[in-house]
């Protein structure tokens, strides 16, 4: 995760405020792993979905307020809408995660995109999308089981038995011992 920390009081003030310092420490926070959800939730064009939700942040960052945990959730449920509806105007149903194109821009694209090539991160294309979803949002955004709750709508509970049927599934298919 690329947090800001204890700073993010005042990026959040300047960001606001139109400070162009500010946004460029957002986006450096979040870009990466918007991308890499993006990505893996199969979006064609990662980048110009973080594009589109870093726009949709820029529009209502007004009516924020809260700590760095509750700005990551909020940019994460744009985020997560914005691939919903995206596949609602498509008419289809993701079926599997595309494979990322182009060349990296930074470490973290480039980390990205060559852990997107291992098996375990096609072993996710065996996951149910929500399953898929909590395991992206809690490993690629880093959100609490709580967040993950908000972006999806649903509660902990919820996300908690979706992880570890996601974990379950998910080490049947590489081969690793399942716990009980």
Known sequence: MSAIGPEFPQVLAAAQEGAEW???TLYHSLAGQLAGFARA????EPDDVVGEVLH????NIQSFEGTEANFRSWVFTI???RL???WRKAGKRQHHISPPAGTAASAEHEALQVSTQGPAFRALESLTDAQRTVMLLRTI?????EQVAEVMGTNRNSVKALQHR???QLRKIL?????K
């Open 56 to 59: 949709d942040v820029a529009r």
């Open 84 to 86: 919903v509806d995206q």
């Open 141 to 145: 955004a880093d959100l609490s089981l």
């Open 166 to 168: 996601a974990v379950r």
């Open 41 to 44: 939730k199969g979006a064609p």
């Open 175 to 179: 081969g690793q011992p399942v716990s």
């Open 79 to 81: 985020a997560h809408n």
């Open 22 to 24: 500010a946004w460029t």
